[in-house]
Each structure stands twice: as structure tokens, then as C-alpha cells.
Nanobody, 126 residues
């Protein structure tokens, strides 16, 4: 069974940092781009960041650029999201996702991603 499991969320104060982790199992994800999305209460799911198979190419939404850093460790079949200078508007459920086509460039297009985790809640108080 292919699974992606996120962890590392929690309740934090504005200005704090968090590192989210996403561990894959059931298949090797190294040939696939990986991404993070988030969904805030009452809002549509939105793209946050994506990373290429090697980790050499990354892509961020404008709203998080400079504060979020995506990385991956293919030996651990994992992807990470370092979040700095957290803001209340970062409050959301954060999901990791894996692309369905090997070698495809990282994208903000959610339809590219066929495997999804169940999410981890991040709540930022002001």
C-alpha cells in the first residue's frame, strides 16, 4: 500500500518556525517530483512548494517565497517543509503529494500529483 504520512504540525506563535516531514512508504518516490499544498478553513487547497527528483530544482508560491524551504532525502523516501517566520495566515492543514509521472518537472498543478497524505494541522496564533 502506497502511503504518504505527514508529521510535525502543531500550535505555534507568530514568528516561530516549524519543520514538517512527509514519509513515503509502499514505493520509492525518488523518481517523482514532490510537493506541499495547504488548505485553510473555508478556503480552496493551494500550492505551497514543489521539488524535483534530485532536489536541485524548487518552486514556491509567491505567498511563501523566502519563508518556506522544501527539501527531500531520497534515502529516507521523505520530503520536508521548513517554515520560518510563521504568520496567522499560514494556519492550514498541510498536505504532501507525489507526482504520478517519473521525471516530470515540479509543478504547482495539483492534478499532476496522484498520491496524497492525510495532512498535518498547523495553527499559528497571533
Amino acid at each position: 500500500q502506497v502511503r504518504l504520512v505527514e508529521s510535525g504540525g502543531g500550535l505555534v506563535q507568530g514568528g516561530d518556525s516549524l519543520k514538517l516531514s512527509c514519509a513515503g512508504s509502499g514505493r520509492t518516490f525518488s523518481p517523482y517530483a514532490m510537493a506541499w499544498f495547504r488548505q485553510a478553513p473555508g478556503k480552496e487547497r493551494e500550492f505551497v512548494a514543489a521539488i524535483s527528483t534530485s532536489g536541485g530544482s524548487t518552486h514556491y508560491s509567491d505567498s511563501v517565497k523566502g519563508r518556506f524551504t522544501i527539501s527531500r532525502d531520497n534515502a529516507k523516501n521523505s520530503v520536508y517543509l521548513q517554515i520560518d517566520s510563521l504568520k496567522p495566515e499560514d494556519t492550514a492543514v498541510y498536505y504532501c503529494a507525489a507526482d504520478g509521472i517519473p521525471g516530470r518537472a515540479p509543478s504547482s498543478r495539483d492534478l499532476n500529483y496522484v498520491y496524497w497524505g492525510r495532512g498535518t494541522q498547523v495553527t499559528v496564533s497571533s
